[in-house]
Every structure is written in C-alpha cells, then in structure tokens.
C-alpha cells in the first residue's frame, strides 16, 4: 500500500513539476512551446509512464482490478508510442504536426494519469 502511495505522489509530482517549470522562470507555458519542446515533453511523460509500467508489471501481488488497469496502461501506451513517433519525426523534418495529433497524444497522456494502480 505505501508503494502505491509513492508512485501516485510521484506520478503526479512528474507531471505537476513538467507543468509548472514551463511555466515559471521565463520558461514557456504549453501553449508557447514549439513543436521540438513539445515533442521533448510528450517522451518525457511516455518515458515516465512506460518505466512506471514495467516497474509495476514486476509486482507479484497485484490483484484483478489492478492488473486489468496495468493492461489498460500498456494498450495506452502501445498507442501513444506510434503518435509520438509519428510527432517526432516530423519536427526532426522540419514539420508542423497537427492540432490533432498533438491532442491525440495528449489524450492518452489524461488517461494515463487517470490510471492508478
């Protein structure tokens, strides 16, 4: 029970602190990023999501519930990996993805956050 404690404390520390330092000390909000932040800020999040998934899929105590929301985590992020990819890719070329694909990714990342296991 304290470990779920602590991953939901700091789940929610990564994603308030990855908020927050783009929006103190000059740095910029969301909505001021360029795609090439951006796409730095969706991996930072798919890593963290996807090292906290393979940490709790090591766990032999899980019960039915939790291990039916870890598998909904892993779809998630089986989804999200080809959007990030996608959105990468075409920053590196010098592109300008979509609004759609942007909010596709950040979606997934609302679910993700709503998963606590």
Known sequence: MRKKVLLVISLLLVIGLTACSFGQQGLKQY????????????????????????EQSLRTD?????????EKKRDLLRTMWPLINAYNTLVIANGIPSPQSEQEILMII???VKIVI
């Open 31 to 54: 909505s001021d990023m360029s795609p090439k932040e951006k796409a730095s800020f969706f991996m930072k999040v798919y890593i963290s999501q996807f090292d906290n998934y393979q």
């Open 110 to 112: 609302d679910e993700l």
């Open 62 to 70: 899980l019960t039915e519930p939790q291990t039916e929301m870890l």
